[in-house]
């Protein structure tokens, strides 16, 4: 089955810089790669998502970069704000059945003002 | 248009109690999928349900688990003689069809069992 890795569990970056969290995946039949933010107390919210014939997606100061030949893609936060701090979650599956995807552990993402 | 509501926020049970979580889809949702969350851990995908159907319950536990979406009310997912290995926090999530769409999650039941 799907394994899905994700460094770094945790993160703390100055207000305005950049972040980058990876992720990795070990079936090469996975075809849906999205991205959830996690603030406290709350669910996940989907945030941006990839599919496999693409290899970059880009929505304001997020951006996601797939690599399908070594199984691994990105997520890049640009011009970080207090209001990005939270913990984010990469997940890999198909995009042709449901929601069963397997999510990686996490990383928690601190800005700091 | 409100969320995905689910209830109760917080379920406290002893060992050998059954829990009864409580998820109502957003509007116009049809499909319903559960997760778990231990702590410090992602997400665990345990079913998929469309009304009066289970899809995919790949992710449940053999025993002690079980999930139902009824024709009327909300989704129920049941936990019956809980474990303290069951305490978690349980997300539901919805959806309006199964392929190429946005899931919108629940706040999650966090349940201790003690």
């Known amino acids: 089955g799907e394994n899905v890795e994700q460094h770094p569990s945790t993160l703390s970056v100055q207000e305005g810089d950049s972040a980058v969290i990876k992720c990795t995946y070990s079936?090469?039949?996975?075809?849906?790669f999205p991205w959830y933010k996690q603030e406290l107390g709350k669910g996940p919210q989907l945030i941006i998502d990839?599919?496999?014939?693409?290899g970059e997606k880009k929505d304001q100061r997020i951006a996601v970069t797939l690599n399908k030949t070594a199984k691994h893609f990105s997520l890049h936060i640009t011009e970080t704000q207090p209001e990005d701090s939270a913990v984010y979650f990469c997940?890999?599956?198909?995009?042709?059945?449901?929601?069963?995807?397997?999510f990686g552990p996490g990383t928690r993402l601190s800005v700091l003002p | 248009n409100a969320g995905v509501m689910q209830n109760p926020r917080h379920l406290v049970r002893r060992r050998g109690q059954e829990a009864r979580l409580r998820c109502s889809p957003m509007?116009?949702?049809?499909?319903v999928y559960w997760y778990r969350q231990l702590p410090e851990e992602g997400l665990k995908f345990m079913v998929y349900?469309?009304?009066?159907?289970?899809?995919?319950e790949s992710g449940m536990p053999k025993e002690r688990f079980s999930a139902e979406f009824p024709k009327e009310g909300p989704s129920i997912l049941r936990i019956q003689q809980v474990v303290r290995g069951d305490s978690a926090a349980y997300f539901c999530?919805?959806?309006?069809?199964?392929?190429?769409?946005?899931?919108?999650f629940g706040q999650g039941t966090r349940l201790t069992v003690v």
């Open positions: 079936d090469s039949a996975s075809n849906y």
């Open positions: 997940a890999a599956g198909s995009d042709n059945y449901g929601q069963n995807f397997v």
């Open positions: 999530a919805s959806s309006p069809t199964q392929m190429n769409t946005e899931a919108f």
């Open positions: 509007k116009g949702h049809s499909h």
């Open positions: 349900l469309q009304k009066e159907n289970i899809i995919d």
């Open positions: 990839i599919r496999s014939n693409v």
